[in-house]
C-alpha cells in the first residue's frame, strides 16, 4: 500500500488516547489471567475448572488471533507500517497485541490445566478417590482436549497461509469465518462452566478476582475495538460483548456460592481438608489431588 494515501497518513499520527488506551488493556488482560494462573499453581489443583470450557476458550481465542491476523485491515497497517515510524507502526497493530496477548493467556490456563489436573482425587469432589467416582472427566480426557488445542491451532495457520499465498481473494471470507466461529465458540464457553460450577456448588479453583476483573474489562475491550475496527470488524469486537455477558453470569454465580450459598461453609471445609499438609507417612504412600503432574520420582 501506498504510505502516503490517506489511510496510512492518518495511521502515522494515530494521537494519544487510543494508542494509551490499547496498551492500558494488553497490560489489563495479562493482569486479568493472572490471578487464575496464581490460583491453580497456589492450590497445586485444577479442580473445578470444566476441561470443555477450557477446550471451547483455547480454541475461541486462537480463532480469534487467527481472524485479526488474516483481517483485510491488518495487511494494510503492515504494508503501511513499511514506511511509518516505530511507534506510529505499534500504535496501528496494537489490536493484534491485543488479541495475541489474550491467546497467549489461556493457552497458558490450558498448560496448567492439564499439568495439575486432579489425578488422585475425583474431579468432581475434592475429597473424593478416583475409584469411588468413576464419572466425571478424566486425565485422559485433559490430555484429549489439549492434543484437539494443538491441532486446531495447527490446522487453522496451514490454512490461512495456503489462502494467503494460494487465493488472496478469499482471506475476508476466512477471516469472517474464523470471527463467527470464534463467537459461537466463545457463546457456548461458559455453559460447560456454569454447569460444572451450579454442579458442585462451588469454584474450586476458578478465579472470581480474574472474572471480576475481565467482566467489565471485556466491554472496554470491546469498545476500543470497535473504534478502531468500525462496524465491519464486528466479527473482531462482537464476540467480546457476548464473552463479558456469559462471564458476568459464572461470575455472579461463583460470588454466590464461595459467599453467601447455603453450602459455602462445607466448602470451605473441603477446601481447608484438600490444602491441608496430610500426615508425613500418609503422604508417602498415597497421593493427593494436590499432586503435580510433574513430580519428582
Same mark, same amino acid.
Given at each position: ?26 497490560? !489489563? #488482560? ?10 491453580? #499453581? ?20 486462537? +480463532? ?27 500504535? !496501528? ?8 496477548? @489474550? ?5 497458558? #490456563? ?24 468413576? +464419572? ?25 497461509? =495456503?489462502? $494467503? ?16 466461529? +470464534? =463467537? ?23 478465579? #472470581?478476582?480474574?472474572?471480576?476483573? @475481565?467482566?467489565? !474489562? ?40 464461595? $459467599? ?5 461453609? @462445607? ?29 519428582? @520420582?
Amino acid at each position: 500500500m501506498d504510505p502516503n494515501t490517506p489511510y496510512c497518513r492518518e495511521l502515522a499520527s494515530p494521537g494519544i488516547f487510543q494508542p494509551v488506551l490499547s496498551v492500558l488493556i494488553i497490560i !489489563g #488482560i495479562l493482569v486479568s489471567y493472572l490471578p487464575q494462573h496464581i490460583r491453580i #499453581i497456589a492450590r497445586r489443583s485444577s479442580f473445578g475448572i470444566s476441561p470443555y470450557f477450557v477446550l471451547l476458550g483455547t480454541t475461541s481465542g486462537t +480463532s480469534a488471533f487467527a481472524n485479526i491476523l488474516v483481517f483485510p485491515k491488518t495487511a494494510h497497517d503492515v504494508a503501511c507500517c513499511s514506511q511509518l515510524s516505530g511507534p506510529a507502526c505499534f500504535a !496501528g497493530l496494537l489490536g493484534v497485541f491485543q488479541m495475541g496477548m @489474550q491467546w497467549l493467556c489461556f493457552f497458558s #490456563i490450558l498448560l496448567l490445566f492439564v499439568i495439575y489436573f486432579p489425578r488422585a482425587t475425583s474431579p468432581t469432589d475434592p475429597v473424593a478417590s478416583v475409584s469411588s467416582t468413576p +464419572s466425571g472427566p478424566t486425565y485422559r480426557t485433559a490430555l484429549t482436549i489439549t492434543a484437539i488445542c494443538l491441532l486446531h491451532a495447527i490446522a487453522t495457520l496451514i490454512i490461512s497461509v =495456503a489462502f $494467503y499465498l494460494r487465493r488472496p481473494s478469499a482471506l475476508p471470507a476466512w477471516a469472517n469465518f474464523l470471527g463467527v466461529l +470464534s =463467537a459461537v465458540l466463545a457463546s457456548i464457553q461458559y455453559f460447560p462452566q456454569i454447569y460444572t460450577t451450579f454442579r458442585l456448588r462451588c469454584v474450586g479453583s476458578l478465579s #472470581i478476582p480474574m472474572m471480576c476483573i @475481565q467482566t467489565p !474489562g471485556s466491554l472496554v475491550w470491546a469498545a476500543s475495538l470497535a473504534a478502531r475496527e468500525g462496524a465491519k470488524g464486528w466479527s473482531i469486537w462482537g464476540v467480546l460483548v457476548v464473552t463479558a455477558c456469559l462471564q458476568g453470569t459464572l461470575l455472579v454465580m461463583g460470588i454466590y456460592f464461595e $459467599y453467601f450459598g447455603p453450602e459455602s461453609k @462445607q466448602n470451605e471445609n473441603a477446601s481447608e481438608r484438600l490444602e491441608a499438609p496430610a500426615p508425613e507417612a500418609v503422604n508417602a504412600e498415597q497421593p493427593s489431588e494436590e499432586t503435580p503432574l510433574l513430580q519428582s @520420582q
